[in-house]
């Protein structure tokens, strides 16, 4: 089982960008899917989860700037940013728990960088 994250980049502040993971491999369903930013030095943090289902969550400053979506037909989960700041320069990973072989387990991709120049 693979997550492959893309879509990362050079982008100016206020600008936009969407991120993509896909899920591949050998398995049974995706239940929760989630994005992380690790910027080098510190903790990977929080950016948004959404179920199986579509409900949502995302960390405070991420609220009304980034949109968590999902296509389960396609195994996929993307991350829709605007008003884009240059402290949102982060590499970028996707995390899900994913069923296989009958148990649940958390798979993450290899992360993306976003790049905010100011």
């Known amino acids: 089982v693979q997550l492959q994250a893309s879509g990362g980049g050079l982008v100016q502040a206020g600008g936009s960008l969407r991120l993509s993971c896909a899920a591949s491999g050998s398995f049974n369903g995706i239940g929760g899917m989630n994005w992380y930013r690790q910027v080098p030095g510190k903790r990977r943090e929080f950016v948004a989860t959404i179920t199986r289902g579509g409900s949502t969550n995302y960390a405070d400053s991420m609220k009304g700037r980034f949109t968590i979506s999902r296509d389960n037909a396609k195994n996929m989960v993307y991350l829709q940013m605007s008003s884009l700041k240059p402290e949102d320069t982060a590499v970028y990973y996707c995390?899900?728990?994913?069923?296989?072989?009958?148990?649940?387990?958390?798979?993450w991709g290899q992360g993306t960088l976003v790049t905010v120049s100011s």
């Open positions: 995390n899900a728990d994913i069923l296989v072989l009958g148990r649940l387990q958390n798979y």
